[in-house]
């Protein structure tokens, strides 16, 4: 049973920092690339970022390159986004998902986490 748990959101306010945290467990973490996406109220989840299973390769949504940044510890089996210069229009629900390549396309991924919520406040 694969499980994924995401940790580390909050609120804070714009031009601060959160670290996001997802811990993985039930198959071989090295083996699969994870992503993050996000969903904000009334409005679909989309893709954050996405980094492939040896952490060399990264991705990233235009609106969120150069203040966030995906990294992973295959050793801890966990993936984090380090997400500075926050703004109100980060606030979502943070899911990350694993799979076997990393795609921009929900469809790349095969198991997703339950979400924790970021709020930022102007």
């Known amino acids: 049973q694969v499980s994924l748990v995401e940790s580390g959101g909050g609120s804070v306010q714009a031009g601060g920092s959160l670290r996001l945290s997802c811990a993985a467990s039930?198959?071989?973490?090295?083996?699969?690339?994870m992503g993050w996406y996000r969903q904000a109220p009334g409005k679909e989840r989309e893709f954050v970022a996405a980094?492939?299973?040896?952490?060399?390769?990264?991705y990233y949504t235009d609106s969120v390159k150069g203040r966030f940044t995906i990294s992973r510890d295959n050793a801890q089996n966990t993936v984090y986004l380090q997400m500075n210069s926050l703004q109100p229009e980060d606030t979502a629900v943070y899911y990350c998902?694993?799979?076997?390549?990393?795609?921009?396309?929900?469809?790349?991924?095969?198991?997703w986490g339950q979400g924790t919520q970021v709020t930022v406040s102007s």
């Open positions: 980094i492939n299973r040896n952490g060399i390769n990264t």
């Open positions: 998902a694993t799979g076997g390549r990393p795609g921009i396309s929900a469809s790349a991924y095969d198991y």
């Open positions: 039930g198959r071989t973490f090295s083996m699969y690339a």
